[in-house]
């Protein structure tokens, strides 16, 4: 029986299907319910870092022309993997395992270069001084903020290609299906969209003068 | 709606992947205009809500979803999202350095 359809007993004893709730899988709502929960607490978390930019006189503003554009470059390379998942899905829907799975792991590849230019632009700042609590330009609590916000949206991404290969390669075996590929797609767009606040808010904002 | 409602076109997933590579470039150029900060980010932080909705309309497919469902979850969202709003008088306050005028 699939999960989306529960089978109960009708007030007449006869059997009826219950639709599931918003007619959507159990799974897909269970990723629904934990995307607007994750939102709220980056919410939480950008709230946090512009209340203290706003009590903070010496708020550091560090971020020169090569961070911005390291930060449009991430910003790329995660949109485009966004694109490649809505691929990857299409593909899985029109039944072609061969080019979902293909695309799914191009998807995870775009995750990976992503962290690994988001490492780079931290090593880069490790080199001019930023500490999570110290930088030679202004108030400690820059470092605070900038790594929490960035660092758990570095955690996500990472959970996001773990989870995406580990579905991609039981979707491969036939240990899952189509609709836990779209799962996977649905989280991987909202890390997507989680940077489309950290970038202006985190980055932008903070730019050199 | 079920799955079947997802097939959206290529060409419109494509246009709504440019729109929001646009809109990120166009964040770069606010931010770097000669105007005070607080206009840089109501500029921005709409431009963010511009990018955000295509992302969940279109690639997150809400769009195709059962209206109920953007009813239960967003205004929860939004909701607890707008209460958080409250601190940034606090956050003034404290810039001052003193506490709220009778």
């Given at each position: ?14 059997e ?5 709730a ?8 269970v990723m629904?319910?934990f ?12 709230f ?40 990857a ?13 293909t695309?799914?792991f191009?998807?995870v ?42 660092g758990?949206?570095?955690t ?7 989870a995406?290969?580990?579905v ?8 899952y299906?189509?609709g836990d590929?779209?799962?996977g797609?649905l ?17 932008l904002?903070?730019i050199k003068? | ?16 992947y440019v729109?929001i590579?646009v ?19 109501i ?30 979850l967003l205004?929860a ?26």
């Amino acid at each position: 029986m699939s999960e989306a359809h529960l089978t109960v007993g009708g007030p007449s004893g006869v059997e009826t299907q219950e639709a599931p709730a918003f007619a959507i899988s159990h799974k897909k709502l269970v990723m629904w319910l934990f995307i607007i929960s994750d939102a709220i607490t980056f919410g939480a978390l950008l709230f946090a870092y512009g209340y203290l930019r706003n009590a903070t006189t010496d708020w550091p503003r560090p971020f020169e022309t090569s961070s911005v554009i390291n930060a449009y470059a991430m910003t790329f390379i995660l949109v485009t993997s966004s694109f490649t998942m809505l691929v990857a899905v299409r593909a899985a829907r029109a039944g072609d395992k061969g080019r979902a799975i293909t695309w799914s792991f191009i998807t995870v590849l775009g995750g990976l270069i992503f962290a690994l230019l988001h490492i780079k632009e931290w090593l880069s700042l490790f080199g001019e001084g930023l500490r999570l609590f110290a930088n030679p330009w202004g108030s400690g609590l820059f470092g605070a903020a900038f790594f929490s916000i960035t660092g758990l949206h570095l955690t996500h991404v990472v959970g996001g290609c773990i989870a995406i290969t580990v579905v991609t390669l039981g979707y491969k075996r036939g240990r899952y299906d189509q609709g836990d590929l779209e799962i996977g797609g649905l989280y991987w767009h909202f890390v997507d969209l989680v940077w489309m606040f950290v970038v202006p808010f985190v980055y932008l904002l903070n730019i050199k003068h | 709606m079920n799955s079947s409602g997802h097939q959206s076109s290529l060409t419109m997933y494509l246009l709504v992947y440019v729109a929001i590579l646009v809109i990120s470039a166009l964040q770069i150029l606010i931010a770097y205009q000669n105007i005070d900060a607080y206009r840089i980010f109501i500029r921005m932080l709409l431009l963010a809500i511009v990018q955000a909705g295509l992302a969940v309309t279109f690639f997150m497919h809400m769009r195709s979803e059962k209206r109920t469902l953007a009813l239960f979850l967003l205004p929860a969202a939004v909701f607890v999202l707008a209460m958080m709003n409250m601190f940034w008088y606090d956050s003034f306050r404290l810039l001052d350095m003193r506490p709220f005028a009778h």
